[in-house]
């Protein structure tokens, strides 16, 4: 029997069929409303949903406390407390720029939920620790530590120890490790303060990490950057006049000196403060660098590491940071210069513009695509949103005692 002859037989059954039909199609309508309703409780406004490329952090150092902002609104979003001794903090981020990694001068290392505003975990993981790295892949975090000397690597979503990597240089003593940059192939590359010496550890296999260890590169390493495309490792020498490079393309890895004795013949000045070399100062094919205890920034030409320049600038720079697309690099200074910032002009070399955003520039942060410019000014209790095209101040924010400014889009950058 076919189904209008049915239909015809049974009558009701037709009706029956319209009805579940009207049904069906009514709980259709409604069930994208019925879900909506359901993800928020009646009477409350359910929060838009934000990415992280716009976040940022400013550490607050003198409150152990992070402020948390961003970047297009140039706002200040939260606070979030907890975090310890700050004196000399660093921030790394997640692949995806949801958690932020908090390395604090009392050993702690602190796991940060950026879009929930919180601290997730914790772990006092040293005496003294002054910053850390985290791996190519985003899977592993790492501490350089100055107490006990060495580093120690930790899994990035548990923060459960992975490795400890002791840099134990001569029976019973160990070095203060400074300079730790991730490099690809989830390998950590650091420099050893006390034994004069570099050292890559490899992660790739986590069950079976391997050290291969460079010696005698030049008199205590003091910082380190790796250059943007992760190939040159270069130390900074506290001990002499000169750099230390390491060529990571060129096996077995060794270390070469660069611009040895570049204050020759002239009398070396006290060092108030020590140079910063992380920052990634590579301009096209030049490195800008500070010399140690001289007002002078050194040029360097990246294919052949030999000096090419020198720029004068107002005092001792601490940190030299090339704009995202390289015309121009900003400077800031140890005391007694250090309320002022110095902008240079890459392709004429020399200082187009002095600024005096606040006193006791600490740190500078360039927006990704480089429009602007944020400054801290800790004894300011300010930080300051400068055009780098026009070097008008947009905004200022209100913080307390800040220092460093990390930004989420170093998550997509090696060596920052």
């Given at each position: 029997?076919?189904?209008?002859?049915?239909d015809?037989?049974?009558?009701?059954?037709?009706?029956?069929r319209?009805?579940?039909?009207?049904?069906?199609?009514?709980?259709?309508?409604?069930?994208?409303?019925?879900?909506?309703?359901?993800?928020?409780?009646?009477?409350?406004?359910?929060?838009?949903?934000?990415?992280?490329?716009?976040?940022?952090?400013?550490?607050?150092?003198?409150?152990?406390s992070?402020?948390?902002?961003?970047?297009?609104?140039?706002?200040?979003?939260?606070?979030?407390?907890?975090?310890?001794?700050?004196?000399?903090?660093?921030?790394?981020?997640?692949?995806?720029?949801?958690?932020?990694?908090?390395?604090g001068?009392?050993?702690?290392?602190?796991?940060?939920?950026?879009?929930?505003?919180?601290?997730?975990?914790?772990?006092?993981?040293a005496?003294?620790?002054?910053?850390?790295?985290?791996?190519?892949?985003?899977?592993?975090?790492?501490?350089?530590?100055?107490?006990?000397?060495?580093?120690?690597?930790?899994?990035?979503?548990?923060?459960?120890?992975?490795?400890?990597?002791p840099?134990?240089?001569?029976?019973?003593?160990?070095s203060?490790?400074v300079?730790?940059?991730?490099?690809?192939?989830?390998?950590?590359?650091?420099?050893?303060?006390?034994?004069?010496a570099?050292?890559v550890?490899?992660?790739?296999?986590?069950?079976?990490?391997a050290?291969?260890?460079?010696?005698?590169?030049?008199?205590?390493?003091?910082?380190?950057?790796?250059?943007p495309?992760?190939?040159h490792?270069?130390a900074?020498?506290?001990?002499?006049?000169?750099?230390?490079?390491v060529?990571?393309?060129?096996?077995?890895w060794?270390?070469?000196?660069?611009?040895?004795?570049?204050?020759?013949?002239?009398?070396?000045?006290?060092?108030?403060?020590?140079?910063?070399?992380?920052?990634?100062?590579?301009?096209?094919?030049?490195?800008?660098?500070?010399?140690?205890?001289?007002?002078e920034?050194?040029?360097?030409d990246?294919?052949?590491?030999?000096?090419?320049?020198?720029v004068a600038?107002?005092?001792?720079?601490?940190?030299?940071?090339?704009?995202?697309?390289?015309?121009?690099?900003?400077?800031?200074?140890?005391?007694?210069?250090?309320?002022?910032?110095?902008?240079?002009?890459?392709?004429?070399?020399k200082v187009?513009?002095?600024?005096?955003?606040?006193?006791?520039?600490l740190?500078?942060?360039?927006?990704?695509?480089?429009?602007?410019?944020?400054i801290?000014?800790?004894?300011?209790?300010r930080?300051?949103?400068?055009?780098?095209?026009?070097?008008?101040?947009?905004?200022?924010?209100?913080a307390?005692?800040?220092?460093?400014?990390f930004f989420?889009?170093?998550?997509?950058?090696?060596?920052?």
């Amino acid at each position: 029997m076919d189904r209008r002859a049915a239909d015809a037989r049974f009558p009701g059954r037709t009706a029956g069929r319209a009805v579940k039909r009207r049904q069906w199609l009514t709980a259709a309508a409604a069930a994208p409303v019925l879900s909506a309703c359901a993800a928020a409780p009646e009477g409350s406004k359910a929060a838009a949903p934000a990415g992280t490329g716009d976040l940022g952090v400013v550490v607050e150092r003198a409150r152990g406390s992070l402020l948390l902002v961003n970047t297009s609104t140039r706002a200040a979003l939260a606070r979030v407390d907890g975090l310890g001794d700050l004196s000399h903090a660093s921030v790394v981020f997640s692949r995806d720029g949801g958690t932020a990694y908090v390395f604090g001068r009392d050993g702690a290392l602190t796991q940060v939920n950026l879009p929930e505003r919180r601290i997730e975990r914790r772990v006092m993981q040293a005496g003294n620790s002054i910053g850390g790295a985290i791996s190519q892949d985003g899977t592993l975090v790492a501490a350089q530590n100055y107490t006990p000397g060495g580093v120690k690597v930790f899994d990035a979503r548990t923060l459960e120890l992975v490795a400890d990597i002791p840099a134990e240089y001569a029976p019973g003593k160990r070095s203060r490790v400074v300079g730790l940059a991730d490099v690809p192939g989830n390998r950590f590359i650091f420099a050893l303060f006390d034994a004069d010496a570099i050292w890559v550890a490899d992660l790739s296999d986590r069950a079976r990490p391997a050290v291969t260890r460079i010696d005698a590169i030049g008199r205590q390493p003091y910082d380190a950057l790796v250059t943007p495309d992760g190939r040159h490792y270069i130390a900074g020498l506290f001990g002499e006049d000169g750099l230390a490079l390491v060529d990571l393309w060129d096996e077995p890895w060794r270390a070469r000196r660069i611009l040895a004795g570049y204050g020759r013949g002239e009398q070396p000045l006290p060092v108030y403060k020590m140079p910063h070399l992380r920052g990634w100062a590579v301009a096209g094919r030049h490195a800008y660098l500070p010399a140690i205890g001289r007002h002078e920034v050194l040029v360097v030409d990246t294919a052949s590491w030999q000096e090419v320049g020198r720029v004068a600038v107002a005092g001792q720079p601490v940190f030299v940071m090339a704009r995202p697309d390289g015309r121009q690099v900003w400077v800031n200074f140890a005391v007694p210069d250090y309320d002022r910032v110095q902008v240079i002009d890459t392709p004429t070399r020399k200082v187009v513009r002095t600024l005096e955003p606040g006193r006791a520039v600490l740190h500078m942060e360039f927006t990704p695509r480089g429009e602007a410019v944020w400054i801290s000014s800790r004894d300011a209790n300010r930080v300051s949103v400068v055009d780098t095209q026009r070097f008008t101040t947009l905004a200022t924010l209100d913080a307390d005692a800040p220092s460093g400014i990390f930004f989420t889009s170093r998550a997509a950058r090696m060596g920052f």
